[in-house]
């Protein structure tokens, strides 16, 4: 099945934690050998992956508190995410 | 210049395993008087002000710390991400839970090989059933398992074997390393480089089990630099993300600097006399390859000096005694013969059947209160242990 596929529900890989870091005023995705730096955005998206919401519930969430967020970029981030192992998503 | 977002932190050079492949420095009793508790926990908490994000805590063996839950503790009040990186000696259940509870977030338990008798010889240790235990330990506490496996010539061979294992042991992610030749892997370089052909091999099994095990294990493979025409990014650069304190308190910008920090002869930047923001912003170590312009040519006009840094300039320091020449890696380098060299001699059907490695040296350590830096031994201390005469 297809990693974008709206009704997916997104979690972090265990291994991954989000961070704010107060030195550098902003979020960040830890992992053993990586650091992402992501933006407010990013940061809003992650707290919704919770393994129960799908990728079209948060998008929609998300929605209803930003203008900014388009059609996809739930989509793109999580996929971006799982092919280097930062998320993890269940089907169905 | 950014802030570092990791620090390694090299608690202690004690470690009950001898890999012949270490690259813990060989003047190990330089390094004896350790950083008190009270010490690393004042490192990590200006490490978390500098805007460190990740700590790694490593060794030698971390758990021979006494104080290892609480600098783990400590570690994650400030936030930071801690990972641990062991042998898995000194993992006993209870030590687990402690540091389970006191937030560690991930460990790494290194693996020499998948079979008893070969993981053994090369840790010179009896070693491998008490990691397959702390594997087993640390899947139970619900961390997820990082398999870390050096590899060269004694057990590239055995990819295949040790990703099965790595299955069996319910692993979330494997990186296979080649040896870089550091530390006791410099004297050990001959025994430790595998050959062309081993290295196909290798790379047709990992290819393999990608394809088979899939998502269900992060397969990490890292080829070693002698064998490619351009050097790693190393650190992605002197001074640039990250840096090392290692058990005496003195921070390099890399993990295996510890011979080119002394040979530049200039001011310690050690943390028992400086602040980390001064280290890092200002030490005359952490500024001298900083950026590009101390690049001598070809990188000074090579359009991948933005790529790969120059390369590494321990690297370049151990094989031509100057840590400002183009790491001797990169086949532009005037200095890429000594690399061709190693090369040709890991592939030369003459060469003798493979050799047993030096185990690296124990190491006891020495509590603050018995005070006196030992005396430095002249040359490098290898000792002929009757594992060296015996052969294999
Ligand atoms: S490489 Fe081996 S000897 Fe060196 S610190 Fe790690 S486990 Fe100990
Ligand atoms: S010459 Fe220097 S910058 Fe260019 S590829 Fe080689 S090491 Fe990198």
Redesign the pocket.
């Given at each position: 099945m297809d990693i974008t596929d709206p009704t997916a529900r997104p979690r972090l890989a265990p291994h991954v934690r989000m961070v704010f870091n107060a030195a550098r005023g902003e979020h960040a995705l830890l992992s053993p050998e990586t650091v992402w730096v992501i933006n407010a955005t990013g940061a809003a998206i992650v707290e919704l992956c919770d393994s129960q919401r799908t990728i079209a519930e948060i998008g929609a969430e998300l929605r209803g508190r930003y203008d900014q967020v388009a059609d996809g970029d739930v989509q793109r981030f999580v996929a971006d995410l799982v092919t280097k192992h930062g998320m993890e998503v269940d089907h169905g | 210049m950014d802030k570092p977002y990791g620090l390694l932190a090299e608690l202690t050079?004690s470690?009950?395993?001898?890999?012949g492949?270490?690259?813990?420095p060989l003047q190990l009793d330089d390094y004896r008087d350790e950083l008190s508790t009270e010490e690393w926990k004042r490192v990590f908490s200006e490490a978390a002000d500098l805007g460190v994000l990740q700590l790694h805590l490593?060794?030698?063996?971390p758990l021979q710390r006494h104080d290892i839950v609480e600098l783990v503790q400590h570690a994650n009040q400030l936030g930071l991400y801690t990972n641990l990186?062991?042998?898995g000696?000194g993992l006993s259940t209870r030590r687990a839970e402690q540091l389970r509870a006191a937030g560690l977030d991930h460990v790494q338990l290194?693996i020499?090989a998948d079979d008893q008798a070969l993981s053994d010889q090369i840790?010179?240790?009896s070693?491998f059933e008490r990691k397959r235990v702390a594997a087993g330990l640390i899947k139970k506490l619900g961390w997820p398992l990082t398999l870390n496996v050096?590899l060269h010539r004694q057990n590239i061979d055995r990819i295949g074997g040790i990703l099965d294992m790595a299955e069996a042991m319910e692993a979330d992610r494997v990186e296979l390393a080649n040896t870089q030749y550091a530390?006791?892997a410099g004297p050990n370089q001959a025994e430790l480089l595998p050959t062309r052909d081993q290295l196909e091999g290798a790379e047709a099994v990992v290819q393999a089990a990608r394809e088979r095990i899939g998502d269900r294990i992060d397969i990490i493979y890292v080829i070693p630099d002698y064998y490619s025409k351009y050097p790693k990014p190393c650190m992605d650069g002197w001074a640039s993300r990250q840096f090392t304190v290692v058990p005496n308190g003195e921070a390099l910008p890399c993990p295996a600097a510890h011979e080119l920090a002394r040979g530049l002869n200039l001011p310690p930047a050690t943390v028992r006399e400086h602040s980390l923001e001064w280290i890092w912003t200002e030490s005359p170590l952490f500024q001298q390859y900083r950026g590009d312009a101390w690049m001598p040519d070809p990188c000074r006009s090579c359009d991948r000096k933005e790529i790969d840094f120059g390369g590494c300039r321990c690297q370049a320091f151990a094989l031509t005694g100057d840590a400002a020449r183009t790491d001797p890696v990169c086949h532009l380098s005037p200095d890429h013969g000594l690399v061709e060299a190693a090369v040709a001699a890991a592939n030369d059907p003459q060469r003798p059947k493979d050799g047993p490695l030096i185990?690296?040296a124990k190491v006891g350590r020495t509590k603050r209160a018995v005070g006196a830096t030992p005396g430095k031994t002249a040359g490098t201390p290898v000792q002929l242990s009757r594992t060296v005469l015996k052969g294999t």
């Amino acid at each position: 099945m297809d990693i974008t596929d709206p009704t997916a529900r997104p979690r972090l890989a265990p291994h991954v934690r989000m961070v704010f870091n107060a030195a550098r005023g902003e979020h960040a995705l830890l992992s053993p050998e990586t650091v992402w730096v992501i933006n407010a955005t990013g940061a809003a998206i992650v707290e919704l992956c919770d393994s129960q919401r799908t990728i079209a519930e948060i998008g929609a969430e998300l929605r209803g508190r930003y203008d900014q967020v388009a059609d996809g970029d739930v989509q793109r981030f999580v996929a971006d995410l799982v092919t280097k192992h930062g998320m993890e998503v269940d089907h169905g | 210049m950014d802030k570092p977002y990791g620090l390694l932190a090299e608690l202690t050079y004690s470690c009950p395993l001898q890999c012949g492949y270490c690259s813990n420095p060989l003047q190990l009793d330089d390094y004896r008087d350790e950083l008190s508790t009270e010490e690393w926990k004042r490192v990590f908490s200006e490490a978390a002000d500098l805007g460190v994000l990740q700590l790694h805590l490593s060794g030698g063996e971390p758990l021979q710390r006494h104080d290892i839950v609480e600098l783990v503790q400590h570690a994650n009040q400030l936030g930071l991400y801690t990972n641990l990186i062991t042998s898995g000696l000194g993992l006993s259940t209870r030590r687990a839970e402690q540091l389970r509870a006191a937030g560690l977030d991930h460990v790494q338990l290194s693996i020499q090989a998948d079979d008893q008798a070969l993981s053994d010889q090369i840790a010179v240790t009896s070693s491998f059933e008490r990691k397959r235990v702390a594997a087993g330990l640390i899947k139970k506490l619900g961390w997820p398992l990082t398999l870390n496996v050096v590899l060269h010539r004694q057990n590239i061979d055995r990819i295949g074997g040790i990703l099965d294992m790595a299955e069996a042991m319910e692993a979330d992610r494997v990186e296979l390393a080649n040896t870089q030749y550091a530390g006791w892997a410099g004297p050990n370089q001959a025994e430790l480089l595998p050959t062309r052909d081993q290295l196909e091999g290798a790379e047709a099994v990992v290819q393999a089990a990608r394809e088979r095990i899939g998502d269900r294990i992060d397969i990490i493979y890292v080829i070693p630099d002698y064998y490619s025409k351009y050097p790693k990014p190393c650190m992605d650069g002197w001074a640039s993300r990250q840096f090392t304190v290692v058990p005496n308190g003195e921070a390099l910008p890399c993990p295996a600097a510890h011979e080119l920090a002394r040979g530049l002869n200039l001011p310690p930047a050690t943390v028992r006399e400086h602040s980390l923001e001064w280290i890092w912003t200002e030490s005359p170590l952490f500024q001298q390859y900083r950026g590009d312009a101390w690049m001598p040519d070809p990188c000074r006009s090579c359009d991948r000096k933005e790529i790969d840094f120059g390369g590494c300039r321990c690297q370049a320091f151990a094989l031509t005694g100057d840590a400002a020449r183009t790491d001797p890696v990169c086949h532009l380098s005037p200095d890429h013969g000594l690399v061709e060299a190693a090369v040709a001699a890991a592939n030369d059907p003459q060469r003798p059947k493979d050799g047993p490695l030096i185990p690296r040296a124990k190491v006891g350590r020495t509590k603050r209160a018995v005070g006196a830096t030992p005396g430095k031994t002249a040359g490098t201390p290898v000792q002929l242990s009757r594992t060296v005469l015996k052969g294999t």
